[in-house]
């Protein structure tokens, strides 16, 4: 008996694709999803969630919806929300955890009230004389600054800019694009990355992933190009690093309300201190992905990692 059996009966809806500037990622997620719940005997369908999405799930004659959506309404909890009042169970994080995560300034200060590291930042909207702000930016912050979209995902929108004449250009495009721009201090180090999976005991962080972009920074076409990024798992670190690592990704997932699965990034400094900068509510589950390769590093193969995620809907049943 597995507790797992309950959805042995029902058919399992696999959410992919949907109206993100990530929508073939998340094909691409949801098929090798859709497989290893074949695999492992389940009935999984796979649903590009439409506007009448409860419809949709009926006419398939779908029970549970497991989310492999990334971007947008899939990870920004409108989907979750229509599902909670369809009443149909579902995957990973709910509405209040996806909602939370999708907005990178509400995750900072979350994190701050926790006493969670994250790098200094600033929001700045078009109420800004940019001029000035430029001056005080790098005053406080200091050069290079990250500048970011407050809501994107893939690294959409995000800059470097390493002198004052650029950072006030790409500050003028993205909030005269968005409406709004976060500005963030450079951590010179280390990227990593931490995959938490599980509810309840079963709540553990992955080993720590390093991921080492050929580009600049790990930017959209260093995310989805293979060979563009290498993916060092177990991350090139100190246990001591490691272990605090994964801590804070645990840390970072509860404070968030996410549930089920979620990839904390961050990046460890020359000083050996580590600096949250986003939760990823749901993270890319292709064979080729970051979480899988983590889970492999625990011992978990692709099938397992799919199965544990499959549990978060259990609770809503
Ligand atoms: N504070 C920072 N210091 C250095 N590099 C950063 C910082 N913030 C982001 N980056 C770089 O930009 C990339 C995208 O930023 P991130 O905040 O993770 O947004 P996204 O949601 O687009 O993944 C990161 O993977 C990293 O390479
Ligand atoms: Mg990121």
């Known amino acids: 008996m597995s507790d797992l059996d309950a959805l042995r009966a029902q058919r399992i809806g696999v959410l ?5 500037s990530e929508r073939e990622v998340s094909f691409r997620s949801g098929r090798g999803v859709i497989a290893a719940l074949q695999r492992q005997g389940f009935d999984a ?12 799930l009926r006419k398939a004659g779908v029970e549970v919806a497991y989310i492999a959506l990334h971007g947008g309404p899939g ?9 909670e009042y369809a009443g149909i169970p579902y995957t990973g994080s709910g509405v209040l955890g996806c909602a939370l995560t999708m907005h990178k300034v ?16 600033a929001v700045l909207g078009p109420e800004h004389d940019l001029e000035l702000a430029v001056e005080t930016l790098c005053q406080e912050l200091g050069l290079p600054v990250v500048l970011k979209p407050l809501s994107e995902g893939s690294s959409f929108g995000v800059s470097i800019p390493k002198t004052k004449e650029d950072l006030h250009t790409d500050l ?82 509860v404070a968030t309300d996410c549930r089920g699965v979620s990839r904390v990034d961050m990046h460890l400094d020359p000083d050996q201190r580590l600096w949250i900068t986003e939760i990823n509510s749901s993270p890319g589950l292709t064979e080729t992905s970051d979480l899988p390769a983590a889970a492999e590093a625990a011992g978990m193969s692709y099938d397992d990692l799919v199965m544990e995620i499959l549990r978060s809907a259990l609770p809503r049943m």
């Open 172 to 253: 003028a495009a993205l909030v005269g694009q968005y409406g709004e721009a976060l500005v963030e201090e450079f951590i010179a180090g280390a990227e990593l990355t931490v995959g938490v999976i599980g509810v309840g005991e079963r709540l553990q962080a992955l080993p720590v992933l390093e991921l080492v972009p050929h580009h600049e920074f790990y930017d959209y076409e260093a995310k989805y190009t293979k060979g563009l990024t290498d993916l060092i798992v177990p991350a090139r670190i100190s246990e001591e690093a490691a272990a605090e690592a994964q801590r804070l990704a645990v840390a970072t997932h």
């Open 45 to 56: 369908v796979e649903v590009d969630p439409g506007l009448d999405l409860p419809g949709q």
């Open 75 to 83: 990870e920004d909890g409108t989907i979750q929300a229509v599902l």
């Open 16 to 20: 992919c694709g949907g109206s993100s």
């Open 106 to 121: 509400q995750t900072k200060r979350i994190l701050t009230a926790e006493g969670l590291p994250t790098p200094g930042y």
